[in-house]
Structures are given as C-alpha cells and as structure tokens.
C-alpha cells in the first residue's frame, strides 16, 4: 500500500536490519526498541489490523515470533520475551501495517507494562459480558 512505511520496508525502499523473511512474512529490528534486540514480524500482505490476516499467515507469525523469542533469549542472554500487537490506534497502534512485536525481556530490565486490574460487580455481569461476546463472534 502506498505511504505505508512496513510496505516501504517490505519493497526495500526504507531501509531496515532483517532478521528473517520468508513468502508470507518479514522480521526486523524495530528502529526504537523497547530493549536492545526488539524485533517487528509483519505480514508482507498489507493488512490494518490482525483480523484480516489469513490464518496461515497469522501461524506463522505466531510460529516464528515464538522461535525469534528463543534466539534472543539464547543470543543475547535474555530470561524471556513478550509477544504483543496493538490493534487500533487506543490500543497504542502507531504504523497501520499490522505487526507482532518480540520484546526481549529481562528479570531486572526496568520495563513494567502498565497493566491494571479491574474488577467485575457479580457473576451476572461475568455472564453478561461472555454472552455479548459470544454472540458477536464470527470465526
Ligand atoms: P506500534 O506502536 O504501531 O505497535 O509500533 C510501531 C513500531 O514500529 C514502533 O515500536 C516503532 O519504533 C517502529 N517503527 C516505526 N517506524 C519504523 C521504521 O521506519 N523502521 C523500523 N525498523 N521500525 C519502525
Ligand atoms: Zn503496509
């Protein structure tokens, strides 16, 4: 897609430091890491957001978020990684090409997600919510 700076990437118009590409998807360093080794998965597609990406695709991205995750805990001696999209720009969404991030994390690294706990008022209001979802979901 045009002005699409992930479909720049993927054409080799911007450039970037891969660490893996296939048919379906590329990997690479993202330019502001949250640690150092911070990596992008992308569909080569060009899709918005993750609900349109085909289920093979998806896998592998998946499939190779999770081995990317491994090599930098075995490469750069991390203790574990995150694998996060936001979809939608209040999801923190930024580049509207959708993308997997594999964040290298380490026990004493300084990043905290700032991930809060609510609470719900009954089990009514449980059932309620799983219900509205359910019916809204088309596989
Ligand atoms: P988002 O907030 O949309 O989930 O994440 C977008 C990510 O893309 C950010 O972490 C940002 O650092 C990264 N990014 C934005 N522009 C570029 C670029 O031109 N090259 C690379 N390698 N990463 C980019
Ligand atoms: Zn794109």
């Not at 990997?27 to 992008?40: C, K, R, S, T, V």
């Not at 990317?68 to 574990?80: M, N």
Request: hydrophobic fraction near 40%; aromatic fraction near 8%.
């Amino acid at each position: 897609m045009e002005n699409c700076i992930f479909c720049k990437i993927i054409a080799g118009k911007i450039p970037s430091t891969k660490i893996y590409e296939d048919d379906l998807i590329m990997a690479f360093l993202d330019i502001a890491p949250i640690n150092p080794g911070h990596i992008l998965i992308i569909p080569k597609e060009h899709h918005t957001g993750s609900s349109t990406i085909p289920e093979d695709v998806a896998g592998r991205m998946f499939r190779v978020g999770s081995r990317i995750g491994v090599a930098l805990k075995r490469a750069l001696d991390y203790d574990g990684f995150n694998l996060h999209l936001a979809d939608g720009t209040c999801a923190g969404q930024v580049v509207m090409h959708a993308h997997l991030h594999i964040v290298p994390r380490g026990a004493e690294d300084g990043f905290h997600w700032n991930w809060r706990q609510l609470s719900y008022a009954d089990d009514a209001e449980i059932t309620d919510k799983a219900q509205q979802i359910i019916a809204k979901l088309k596989i």
